[in-house]
């Protein structure tokens, strides 16, 4: 597990336009008698669609997490921004951008010996969410040392920090285990590997061989997991599913998400001399919904 990230501070199948970039901080929180809604609702996608070959992720919806600290994690990689010259960032060969070809390019490059380069994109202070279903559908890299991921941070990590801010994992994996997807969640009390589950895939099939759906279902006091369909939960997480004396952050307000490719760190161990670069985390989508029975505010 990643035990933090966030050390260092430590086919709908449709855009529903009303919603889109418009929908900043939005909480989706329970309907009353005149708010009720039948059927689930697109609140905030990102469809990742460019003219160009190479473009800008939406500023309106990603910024960057940058440096090359290591991040509580001994990750080896440098984060750059989009178009950052400072080296060993290159923005010649960016290391996260959007193509013509639909998805989101999130690049791990090794310009020189023993030096990497990576992404890690957010939504803080630009969207952030509280319940709902929040899925993306992802291609993984392959091979040791790569570290993808999907998570969230709640939007009050700068001021109670991490742990207590909460973390959710919602895809994640390494390269010592290519067909292992890892939910997980992380507060006050539980954090590491305390509260986590493996989901695998079947008859030796790799996240990196095709698109995969990572999604949760979450509601006051439960968070579901699933894979490629919400019919698909793999694991459900409530309060009760904490140690005594833990928090359940999860119902405090809105969370952040975060997409990055790590290279190296405790957990997946460096590259080798077999690790191959350049290699993509690609995104089709990020997607955030109300659940029937649920209305969002913006």
């Not at 291609?139 to 801010?165: H, I, R, S, T």
Request: aromatic share 14%; with cysteine; net charge negative.
């Amino acid at each position: 597990m990643k035990f933090s990230r966030w050390f260092a501070c430590a086919s709908l199948w449709c855009f529903v336009a009303a919603f889109g970039s418009q929908s900043k901080n939005a909480v989706i929180t329970p309907g009353g008698a005149s708010g009720t809604i039948t059927q689930e609702t697109l609140v905030w996608s990102d469809e990742f669609t460019a003219t160009a070959p190479q473009s800008a992720p939406d500023p309106a919806n990603w910024t960057y997490d940058t440096g090359a600290s290591g991040w509580g994690n001994n990750e080896l990689e440098t984060y750059c921004s989009y178009g950052s010259k400072a080296a060993p960032c290159d923005a010649n060969d960016p290391n996260s951008y959007v193509a013509d070809d639909g998805y989101l390019h999130v690049v791990a490059r090794q310009p020189q010996a023993g030096v990497y380069t990576s992404a890690r994109l957010k939504t803080e202070g630009l969207q952030s969410f509280q319940y709902g279903r929040i899925e993306a559908r992802i291609k993984m890299p392959a091979g040791q040392g790569f570290w993808p991921a999907f998570w969230m941070l709640g939007d009050n990590v700068k001021a109670v920090e991490w742990p207590a801010c909460g973390e959710v994992d919602i895809m994640e994996s390494v390269g010592l285990t290519p067909s292992t997807n890892y939910g997980s969640i992380h507060g006050p009390g539980f954090v590491g590997s305390k509260i986590g589950t493996e989901y695998k895939l079947s008859n030796g099939a790799k996240f990196s061989d095709a698109f995969h759906t990572f999604g949760i279902l979450w509601s006051p006091a439960q968070i579901k997991f699933y894979v490629d369909s919400p019919s698909n939960v793999y694991v459900t997480y409530t309060p009760a599913s904490l140690p005594k004396g833990a928090v359940w952050p999860f119902d405090a307000g809105r969370f952040f998400l975060i997409l990055d490719l790590a290279v190296g760190g405790s957990w997946p161990g460096p590259p080798q001399a077999s690790t191959v670069f350049p290699q993509e985390m690609l995104v089709d989508y990020v997607r955030v919904y109300a659940e029937p029975g649920r209305q969002p505010h913006q």
